[in-house]
């Protein structure tokens, strides 16, 4: 079903499969030398291979079940590449689907996030910045439709439930969906999260409607308390201490909650979160397969950014740096071969990337709002596309906010007092050697596109007070200062 397409042709195409296979490493915590050697061959005249899709190739109306796991960088998964076994199920469903392998969030903070992969806008044009800032919420722009309800409309039963108080239904990713069930506290284990959302499902299939699924895990979150099996299951080792030191992880940084993330202990105990989450989502598939559920469905898997662990002296997470924005972004789609594609998407890029398969009614309403772009067409060109990330606004803040923009191997910083910084991740994938004062063409061309991409800023956000258990509970997790 998938047309193989030459993206970038200079040296005739390569084999479709081979993509996929140069990109899977086998060293380090990331190792992401091979793979952005893959995704940045086309700066180096390497044949970079892309794949069209059918329009409209599922058919009919299947469900489709969309799981989000908050705060997982990419490069913790085996299916980037990563030593440690801490996906196993994950990893054979990534063989079952199409992988983004350079996907990236445009923030990496859960609400701005999740608002658009649902809405494929960036956070500039939808409005929603951060969690909270100063006890208020960000409020999406008005006219911006979901996919939940681009689903509903079009005749879908639809259910979500979500596992922490970022994403509580007054927060505004609620609409469209007929049932949403989020946790009373701050989170909730992904034992928790993968029991209600075999409840959801059972709803959807009495339903006999095609049914939209959102399940949301937020266990890969800090703090990191796996269950103590998970918890003892990774011990750091020589090989990867080197690798941190390579990538120059601080041994320890503090949290905005206060306390200090201490480097090993800090992986070890996320890595064990990301195992834990990857066998309850194994539960979780496992049980809609016997429902039949998820017989012909659409099964997609991203998260909403990804993690620090000190990686440039940051615990958390709420910066524009590579593990920050890198995501896992894979669709399993009916009638679609499995394929591992290199070139550079965005979370906002999923929603057109999802509705090219499908045929919903009302769906040219949705796109014409988008500023993602469909990731399955064939005529997009590598050395065009640009990926825009911006920071995340905190309480102790500026209004001013950071961005960046992913050019080809390039990725320009600039912060919020118009500093720029640069890299050349073909060369520096850890982003540790700034090269703005070498490359002042590349800084100036790119300064002028960022400055283009951001003229569709909204220039007013709405901002709603929210209650003092809610705000209490963002602190808890590190939002909105610590106060
Ligand atoms: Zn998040």
Known sequence: MIAGACLIVTAGCGDPTSDGDNSTRTVGS??????MSASTGAAGGQVIPTYSVEENVVGG????????IDTLRADHLGFHGYPRATSPRLDKLAGESVVFEWAYAPIATTLPSHTSMFTGVYPHEHGVLANIKDGRSYQRRKDLMTLAEL????GYATQAVVAATPLRPQFGLNTGFDGYNAPANKQQSAEKTTKQALVALDELAASKKPGLLWVHYFDPHGPYNPPVEFLSKFRMDDAMRAD???RK??????RPTGQWNMLEAGIDSYDGEIAFTDTQIHRFLKAAEESRWLENAIVVVLADHGEGLNQHGVAGHGLVWEEQLHVPMMLRIPGVEPRRIGTLASLVDFAPTLLHVLDLPGEDDFLEQVSG?????????HDEIRLLGQQSPRQSDAEAIGYSLRADQWKLHMSAENDASLYDLSEDPFELIDVAAKNP?????????????????????????????????LRALGYGGTK
């Open 244 to 246: 941190l030191a390579e």
């Open 30 to 35: 990331g190792g992401a030398e091979s793979s």
């Open 61 to 68: 109306s299947p469900n489709v079940l969309i799981i989000t």
């Open 373 to 381: 772009v469909n990731r399955f067409r064939s005529d997009l060109r």
């Open 441 to 473: 063409r590349v800084v100036d061309k790119l300064t002028a596109e960022l400055s283009e991409m951001l003229r569709g800023q909204l220039r007013e956000v709405q901002t709603e007070g929210v209650s003092k258990t809610i705000e209490r509970d």
């Open 249 to 254: 992880f601080a041994a320890r940084s503090q």
């Open 151 to 154: 689903f509903q409309r079009a």
